[in-house]
C-alpha cells in the first residue's frame, strides 16, 4: 500500500510542503479509503501567497488582456486534455458520479471559455463633449489580489465561477478549496503550472478556519467569492466587508418545486427525481420540497415514489450507478436524524433510504432516496436544508398558496414549476422570490454566460459569479474627465 500523500500548497509559482500542525484525512465517501491528507494551512502560509499574488500584480495587470487569455486558452485546452482525469478525481472525493462530474468540469471549463472574451466584456465607455471640448470616459482596472473559498460539492466548477474572470480581468489569485474536497485543484493547479502563467499569479492554499480567516483579514486581498452554507457565509461577508473587502458570499438552499395538475407527469416526475437525489440530493440547487397543487398530488406522489425505489446507489465511478454517497459520516449521520425528526412531526415516511446495504461498498456513506410525505409546511423539515437525497413532499390547493409557502422561506436560491400553461408559468416566474427560476426544469443552472446567485440567505452581496457580473466584480470603475481646448490644437 501507498503511504499517505500530504497535499502541498502552491504558492508563487512553486509547489512547497505547509508548515501546518494540523492535518486531515482526505476520505472517498463510496468507501471510507484515506486519500491524502490535507495541511490545515496557517495565517503565515495564506501571508506568503498573499504577498506573492500581490508582487505578480504589477507585471499582470500591465500584461494586455490579449496576452493574458492566451493562459486561458492553454488552460482550456489542458482542461479538455485531462478531462477525463480530472472528473475521476472529482467521483472519487466527492462521491457524485462520474456523468455528474463531468457535468461540472464541462461548466467550469464554459467558464474559462466565456472568460476568453475579456478584451470585449471589459471595455468602458466614453462620451465626447460632455461640455465644449471636454470628454468623459469610465475605465475598468483589476482590484489587486482576490480570493475564492470554496465548498465540498462542486470542487472543480465552483472556484471556476470566479477565477477565469478575476486572471482575465488582471487580478491575481489565491484559491482555499474545501478541506474536504482538495485533489481536484491540486490537479487543476498541476495545468496551471504547463501554461506558464507568470510565478504568483495563481496560489493554492489548503486549509480551513485558520486559513479562512487569514484571507479575510489580510490587507492586500482585495475581493473575495464565498460559496457555501449560510451561517458561514454571513460570517465571512461581515468579516470581510468590515475590513473594506469587495465580497460575494453564497450561501444555503431549500428549493421547492411546483408540480400543477396540468404538468406533463412523466417527464415532471424524471426531472424532479433528478434535482432531488442527483449528486445524492448536495447541489445547491436540488430540489427539497415538491409542493403538488390540486389533482397533482396523487399522480406525482405515486410517480416519485416508484422512481425513488428504483435509483442504483452505488460508488459514482461504476458506469451503472446513477447516485453516490454523500460526503462524510457526520453528514450521512445528520441527514438521518433530520428524517426521523421529519417523521416525529407527523410526516409519512413513503420512501424510506436511510442505510441500506450496498454490496461491496458497507463502508460508504450511502443514503437511498428517500420521501417524506405530507410535510407540514411550517415544520421544521420543511425549512432546514438537509443537503441529501431526501424530498419532503407538500400538497396544497392554489398556486398562488405555493407561490406563498415559498416566498415566505428564509432562502432564495431557487424555485421551480412544472405545468403546460404559459400564464401559470409567467405569473409563477414574476412572482416566486428566487434568484433561479425554471419552467419545466429541475436544477435551473445558468449557463457561464449568464450570472449565477440567489436570493434573500441564498446570497450575500450584490454582483453575482459568472459572466459579466464576475468582470464587473473583479474590476474598479475610475472615471476619467479631459478638457483639450480645440485652441490647442491650432498650433500644429
Ligand atoms: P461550509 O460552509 O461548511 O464550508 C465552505 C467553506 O467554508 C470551506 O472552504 C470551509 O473550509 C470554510 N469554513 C467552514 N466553516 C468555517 C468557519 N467557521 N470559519 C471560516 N471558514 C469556514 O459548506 P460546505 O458544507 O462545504 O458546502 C455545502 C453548503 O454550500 C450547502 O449549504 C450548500 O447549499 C452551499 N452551496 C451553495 C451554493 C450556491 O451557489 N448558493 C453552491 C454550492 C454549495
Redesign the pocket.
Known amino acids: 500500500m501507498n503511504p499517505i500523500h500530504t497535499l502541498p500548497n502552491y504558492i508563487n509559482g512553486q509547489w512547497c510542503a505547509s508548515s501546518a500542525r494540523e492535518h486531515l484525512d482526505v476520505i472517498n465517501p463510496a468507501t471510507a479509503e484515506v486519500l491524502a491528507r490535507v495541511p490545515l494551512s496557517t495565517a503565515n502560509e495564506v501571508n506568503q501567497a498573499a504577498q506573492a499574488a500581490s508582487e505578480a500584480f504589477t507585471n499582470w495587470r500591465r500584461t494586455p488582456p490579449t496576452e493574458r487569455v492566451q493562459y486561458l486558452f492553454k488552460l482550456k485546452n489542458l482542461l479538455e486534455e485531462h478531462f477525463e482525469d480530472l472528473a475521476r478525481t472529482i467521483t472519487t472525493e466527492c462521491g457524485k458520479t462520474l456523468a455528474e462530474s463531468k457535468g461540472e468540469m464541462r461548466r467550469a471549463i464554459e467558464n474559462v471559455e466565456v472568460a476568453c472574451g475579456i478584451p470585449i466584456m471589459m471595455q468602458g465607455t466614453n462620451l465626447e463633449d460632455v461640455a465644449r471640448g471636454i470628454d468623459e470616459m469610465m475605465i475598468r482596472q483589476p482590484l489587486g489580489v482576490a480570493a475564492v473559498?470554496?465548498?465540498?460539492?462542486?470542487p472543480g466548477m465552483?472556484p471556476f465561477?470566479f477565477l477565469p474572470y478575476a486572471l482575465a480581468c488582471g487580478n491575481t489569485y489565491i484559491v482555499?478549496?474545501?478541506?474536504?474536497v482538495p485533489l481536484t485543484m491540486q490537479k487543476v493547479f498541476e495545468l496551471f503550472e504547463k501554461t506558464g502563467l507568470p510565478k504568483g499569479v495563481v496560489n493554492l492554499v489548503n486549509?480551513?478556519?485558520e486559513?479562512?480567516?487569514a484571507i479575510?483579514d489580510h490587507p492586500k486581498i482585495r475581493a473575495i467569492s464565498?460559496?457555501?452554507?449560510?451561517?458561514?457565509?454571513k460570517?465571512?461577508y461581515s468579516r470581510a466587508a468590515t475590513n473594506g473587502k469587495r465580497v460575494q458570499c453564497?450561501?444555503?438552499?431549500k428549493n421547492p418545486l411546483i408540480v400543477l395538475p396540468d404538468a406533463d407527469m412523466e417527464m415532471t416526475t424524471r426531472i424532479a427525481a433528478d434535482s432531488a437525489f442527483g449528486c445524492a440530493g448536495?447541489?445547491?440547487?436540488a430540489a427539497s420540497l415538491a409542493v403538488t397543487v390540486g389533482k397533482a398530488g396523487e399522480t406525482f406522489t405515486e410517480a416519485i415514489a416508484e422512481t425513488a425505489k428504483k435509483r442504483i446507489v452505488g460508488n459514482g465511478l461504476d458506469p451503472d450507478v446513477e447516485m453516490g454517497p454523500v460526503?462524510t459520516a457526520q453528514?450521512k449521520a445528520r441527514i438521518e436524524q433530520l428524517v426521523q425528526q421529519g417523521a416525529d412531526e407527523g410526516a409519512k415516511l413513503l420512501v424510506d433510504g436511510r442505510s441500506p446495504k450496498i454490496s461491496g461498498y458497507e463502508q460508504g456513506y450511502f443514503i437511498q432516496p428517500t420521501i417524506l410525505q405530507n410535510v407540514e409546511p411550517t415544520g421544521e423539515i420543511a425549512r432546514t436544508?438537509i443537503?441529501g437525497p431526501v424530498l419532503s413532499l407538500i400538497h396544497l390547493n392554489t398556486i398562488e398558496e405555493a407561490i406563498a409557502l415559498i416566498n415566505s422561506g428564509q432562502y432564495g436560491?431557487m424555485a421551480c414549476l412544472f405545468t403546460t400553461s404559459g400564464a401559470a408559468a409567467r405569473k409563477f416566474r414574476y412572482e416566486a422570490e428566487a434568484g433561479n427560476i425554471g419552467i419545466n426544469i429541475g436544477v435551473a443552472a445558468p449557463m457561464a454566460f449568464f450570472p449565477?446567485?440567489?436570493w434573500k440567505e441564498?446570497?450575500f452581496g450584490d454582483l453575482h459569479?459568472q459572466s459579466n457580473h464576475a468582470v464587473e466584480f473583479f474590476t474598479q470603475t475610475k472615471v476619467v474627465v479631459e478638457r483639450w481646448p480645440s485652441e490647442w490644437s491650432r498650433q500644429f
Open positions: 473559498i470554496g465548498p465540498f460539492n462542486f465552483i465561477w482555499k478549496p474545501s478541506e474536504k486549509g480551513a478556519k486559513a479562512v480567516d479575510l464565498f460559496v457555501g452554507s449560510t451561517p458561514v457565509a460570517y465571512i453564497q450561501g444555503g438552499a448536495q447541489r445547491c440547487l460526503i453528514s436544508e443537503f436560491n449565477f446567485s440567489g441564498s446570497f459569479g
